[in-house]
């Protein structure tokens, strides 16, 4: 991924408003590894149930995580952007508001993702999953899985963006 401004990044928001766009607190851009993201994913520091994602483009969506709670550590769980299973508590429900009148109105669409946001460093095995899970090896490219990983991205993305 291409590195973007703060500037850049305020501005591709679809499911919010400037005001609430302004106030969402950015990772320290100049630590962000671009060359190993496909996306741009954290956490707002000052709102925790509040995360951010940024595909490029950029096109960033607002999501909301679940009041964590206690997960059995022995259950496990799968991201569907990038096929990484984890123990339940490192897969979380991301819901978004709708862009629009919709999301005005409170609809959302949601999706399973890395609670940390990391799918990309996932794919590249430059991190791995907390516990005794390991990234199960598969027979597509990296490239391959890139591709996958962003096509669920963006088609997440499009149902946010289309108001449906």
Same mark, same amino acid.
């Given at each position: 991924?291409?590195?973007?401004?703060?500037?850049?990044?305020?501005?591709?928001? %679809?499911?919010?408003?400037?005001?609430? =766009?302004?106030?969402?607190?950015? *990772?320290?851009?100049?630590? %962000? *590894?671009?060359?190993?993201?496909?996306?741009?994913?954290?956490?707002? *520091?000052?709102?925790?149930? +509040?995360?951010?994602?940024?595909?490029?483009?950029?096109?960033? /969506? /607002?999501?909301?995580?679940?009041?964590? +709670? +206690?997960?059995?550590? @022995?259950?496990?769980?799968?991201?569907?952007?990038?096929? @990484?299973?984890?123990? =339940?508590?490192?897969?979380?429900?991301?819901?978004? *508001?709708?862009?629009?009148?919709?999301?005005?109105?409170?609809?959302? %669409?949601?999706? #399973?993702?890395?609670?940390?946001?990391?799918?990309?460093? #996932?794919?590249?095995?430059?991190?791995?999953?907390?516990?005794?899970? %390991? +990234?199960?090896?598969?027979?597509? @490219?990296?490239?391959?899985?890139?591709?996958?990983?962003?096509?669920?991205?963006?088609?997440? /993305?499009?149902?946010?963006?289309?108001?449906?």
């Amino acid at each position: 991924m291409e590195p973007l401004t703060e500037q850049q990044i305020r501005a591709s928001f %679809v499911n919010c408003s400037k005001g609430e =766009a302004g106030r969402i607190k950015m *990772p320290d851009l100049a630590a %962000v *590894p671009w060359p190993d993201l496909d996306f741009l994913g954290w956490t707002d *520091p000052g709102a925790p149930q +509040r995360a951010l994602i940024v595909l490029p483009g950029p096109t960033g /969506v /607002v999501l909301r995580r679940p009041d964590s +709670r +206690r997960t059995s550590m @022995t259950r496990s769980s799968m991201c569907r952007v990038c096929h @990484t299973g984890h123990t =339940a508590d490192g897969v979380t429900l991301f819901v978004a *508001p709708l862009a629009g009148a919709a999301g005005r109105q409170g609809n959302t %669409v949601g999706e #399973y993702i890395c609670t940390d946001l990391a799918c990309s460093l #996932y794919l590249r095995g430059k991190r791995q999953p907390r516990g005794r899970l %390991v +990234r199960q090896e598969e027979t597509l @490219t990296l490239d391959e899985r890139v591709d996958r990983a962003m096509t669920t991205l963006n088609g997440f /993305v499009k149902r946010v963006t289309s108001g449906r």
